[in-house]
């Protein structure tokens, strides 16, 4: 679920080099310092916002987008607060961004759903979007240079804050739901984009933490959004089952990913109404230490502060290895596994992908997501990627990622289901045309330094610590 650092180094000399490419279009005034979104009023609905309907735009606002908050990204960008809904089905706000290259194809667009993988608002994507905003979530700013490759590509990009206004890590049916409303959010904006239609058709796309939400957005769009015009998903890496996840990275270097995602499902908009009076008995001190500190923190501080920490540790909490086991706790994270219920299948064609080898995510899982849904009727190819690991795997995918989009969008994906095995550990720079090699050509920068597998990735969490400390 984590960006390795050498995105960090690289990418930052990636977008300056996209910049002269769109020196013709320089970006609007900047309207200062972004406030962070607990202190910023756009976030905050207005009265009434309950009685919209999901998706309606409650406030717009244009800004100017940055790479890592320091560079301005010179294209037209965009922020909607749009109505969603709570896993309860009251209803809260979302944000998204929205970009737009300077030659947009005007009847498509694609959500793209970064992983940010926290439970704290200071990640959000939309703020960390902003120039000028410190680099607080280094995976968000990261994909941006994923990002580049679909603008390049003429396709209008729009990023949800899919965690909602809590930030909640991992609770699937909201952040589906928080996708399909981003949707209905940017279709209502549609004037303002030029879009050409009021049906446009979209590709919803996301890894690891952002598959958890492009997974369950696939899932629920035929019950709970199924005027959206879908042509196609996109996930790869993904945490299908949250139970498998945690046994996992549980006790391992990448164990500070679980009190973001205990956080998460426990905040009001999820599951704290169930989850809250048992977390309050069973915690130690120093469980509420973690998820105090989860909730105020990103990513890579989680990772770097809680290296080799088990949830099923009588420190943590009281219930030991008996946790899993709670009714509550079982009915939660049994209701947070993809492909178990029939009426929870997508409609429109999926391309999953997953690392054989991958060390952080089950591929079990994804295999099982994957078989279920054809099993139920659904269209969906399943990649198995033989070499690297999670982190290396989504950008060796790009390409094939790409080229699903496009298939998608031109109705040329097949029908029916399949598997295949790819032995490729690298990528080709011409693969996708000369417009996106300088992408590409930095892409097999980052993954000549990640090495096989994700050694290299646990190896760079203090470097990458320090790059944000120092920015």
């Known amino acids: 679920m984590a960006w390795p650092v050498p995105v960090v180094r690289l990418a930052l000399v990636a977008f300056m080099a996209l910049m002269v490419a769109f020196t013709s279009a320089a970006p609007a005034e900047p309207r200062g310092i972004p406030q962070k979104p607990a202190d910023d009023p756009f976030y905050q609905p207005p009265e009434g916002f309950q009685n919209e309907a999901p998706g309606t735009v409650l406030r717009n606002r244009k800004i100017v987008a940055g790479f890592f908050g320091l560079l301005p990204n010179p294209i037209e960008a965009h922020q909607l607060l749009y109505r969603t809904t709570s896993t309860n089905g009251s209803a809260i706000a979302g944000a998204t961004t929205i970009f737009k290259p300077w030659f947009p194809k005007k009847d498509r667009f694609v959500s793209f759903h970064t992983a940010y993988d926290s439970s704290a608002t200071i990640c959000n994507p939309s703020y960390t979007y902003q120039w000028g905003a410190p680099p607080t979530d280094l995976i968000s700013s990261a994909e941006m240079l994923l990002i580049e490759a679909y603008l390049i590509s003429g396709y209008i990009v729009v990023s949800p804050d899919y965690e909602g206004p809590d930030a909640a890590f991992t609770p699937g049916h909201l952040e589906g739901m928080g996708v399909l409303d981003n949707m209905r959010a940017v279709t209502n904006f549609r004037e303002k984009l030029g879009l050409s239609t009021d049906k446009p058709m979209i590709v919803g796309a996301g890894y690891s933490g952002g598959a958890i939400a492009t997974g369950w957005a696939a899932s629920l769009q035929p019950s709970y959004a199924p005027e959206l015009n879908i042509k196609g998903w996109v996930q790869g890496g993904t945490p299908s089952n949250l139970t498998s996840t945690l046994l996992l990275i549980d006790d391992s270097t990448f164990s500070g990913f679980i009190p973001a995602a205990v956080a998460g499902l426990t905040m009001p908009s999820t599951y704290g109404a169930e989850l809250q009076p048992l977390m309050e008995r069973i915690l130690t001190d120093k469980g509420r230490e973690a998820l105090d500190f989860a909730r ?176």
């Open 296 to 471: 105020s923190h990103c990513a890579v501080a989680n990772l770097l502060k809680y290296p080799n920490l088990s949830l099923f540790s009588k420190d943590i909490q009281t219930m030991g290895e008996g946790l899993l086991e709670e009714p509550s706790i079982k009915s939660v994270l049994g209701k947070n596994i993809m492909g178990v219920n029939k009426d929870e299948t997508p409609t429109a064609p999926v391309f999953a992908y997953h690392a054989k080898q991958d060390d952080i995510v089950p591929y079990d899982d994804a295999s099982r997501m994957a078989k279920s849904w054809c099993d139920n009727g659904a269209d969906v190819k399943f990649t198995t990627f033989a070499h690297g690991g999670h982190a290396t795997t989504e950008i060796v995918a790009l390409p094939d990622a790409l080229n699903f989009v496009k298939a998608a969008f031109d109705g040329k994906t097949e029908s029916g289901c399949s598997r295949n095995t790819e032995l490729k550990s690298d990528l080709d720079p011409l693969a996708l045309g000369v417009e996106l090699e300088p992408i590409l050509n930095r892409l097999i920068k980052v993954l000549s330094n990640l090495g096989k597998g994700d050694e290299n990735m646990k190896n760079n969490l203090n470097v990458l610590d320090k790059t944000v400390s120092t920015s």
